[in-house]
DNA sequence: GTGTTTTATTAAACTAGTTTATTTTTTTCG
DNA sequence: CGAAAAAAATAAACTAGTTTAATAAAACAC
């Protein structure tokens, strides 16, 4: 039997109290765990109807690949957080792939509307997400990619140890180059 | 008497359903009707509690100023269109200021909150929010100023035309002296 | 372990976009 | 209308970040 654990947990923290059993058996039966290596592929640019993650374990990272074929990561998601492209059931321009191996809990667009009517937290998360992409977008436009660099090293510094330097890079929206640039000027700052 | 027919058709709508003579009491309790003269500021960074804003006639900006005290506008609206900082009750880093004259009917963040309940669509609506968001953020770091002009004439022509010129580059992120240049360039191409 | 592939570094020439300053055009308003 | 203020254009010198290419270091696989 898999563990759902987890996912208990996380709908009794933001429901604020504990779960039915009757609730526990309709989380497990919209839920799917899944499983994914690093580098594969969860979804493509182009599919329809993607799904929404609950990270229970690893990283996964969501990013779009421009006319040029250059990769832009737009999120990563790490434990304990949701990652999805919230335009579906509309066809994606987004690719969703594991950065490690990853577990996750999946739920379709259609039951995710279901449970987001019973559990109100969900769309205030939606809102987070929204806040959250503001403070980036603003971030991005108007500091430098050294600066952006710094914040995420202070905001999620395991996040920094975790993703190859390329994945970063692409994340602060410099080459891999530049950003090498960076942390050498930083180390030679340092002392 | 104050005119509320267009939020009254905006609910009406979403709702997909005439409004009751309670629902409309209801409206008018709780939405404030106001109006804001060009460059009149609506709210700054700083301010706490900010409200929500449905336009009915007119033109907002929201923006930030950075570090070196220069302006980028995040998001504009207009006629049938909410803007607001979905961050309140919380300490807002934005500035809402009117372009033109502006009449719009605000309404606070908790009152906000309890006709979403009954208006389900009203989150939908932060979700779409959240999409065009991602589609900007995308846009701006994986294409040149040149095509996100570009791109802006297309989708939102009249908004090129009711916008000063340097309200648009910091739209898009870039010096008022290089838009100019890329529409002199632009000008050069078309003959 | 050592050979292969992936990731990171460095250098040099380049470009998209900035800055500052001056001039021209357009808008505002008494 | 005419004067003053606001917005846009142009030019020139500059810089943050890119590109390409070559080298070095780490990680992976058998």
Redesign the interface.
């Known amino acids: 039997m898999e563990d759902f654990s987890l996912l208990y947990s996380y709908f009794e923290k933001i429901g604020n109290r504990e779960l039915t059993d009757t609730e526990k058996e309709e989380i497990v039966s919209v839920f799917r765990k899944e499983t994914f290596n690093k580098k594969q592929r969860i979804f493509n640019a182009g599919d329809e109807n993607t799904r929404h993650y609950y990270i229970e374990k690893g990283l996964l990272r969501m990013y779009?690949i421009?006319?040029s074929g250059?990769e832009?990561n737009?999120l990563f998601g790490k434990e304990r957080q949701w990652l999805g492209d919230?335009?579906t059931p509309a066809t994606t321009?987004y690719y969703l792939e594991a950065v490690e191996k990853t577990t996750v809990f999946s739920i379709s667009e259609s039951a995710f509307a279901s449970i987001?009517?019973k559990y109100?937290e969900l769309?205030a998360n939606?809102?987070r997400?929204?806040?959250f992409?503001?403070k980036?977008?603003?971030a991005?436009?108007?500091?430098t990619a050294e600066e952006n660099y710094e914040e995420l090293l202070n905001n999620d510094p395991d996040l920094v140890q975790r993703l190859p330097q390329y994945h970063i890079s692409s994340y602060l929206?410099v080459t891999p180059v530049f950003l090498s640039k960076i942390i050498a000027k930083r180390a030679r700052k340092k002392d």
């Open positions: 779009i421009d006319q250059k832009f737009l919230l335009s321009s987001m009517s109100t769309s939606i809102r997400s929204y806040i992409l503001q980036r977008f603003v991005i436009l108007s500091k929206g």
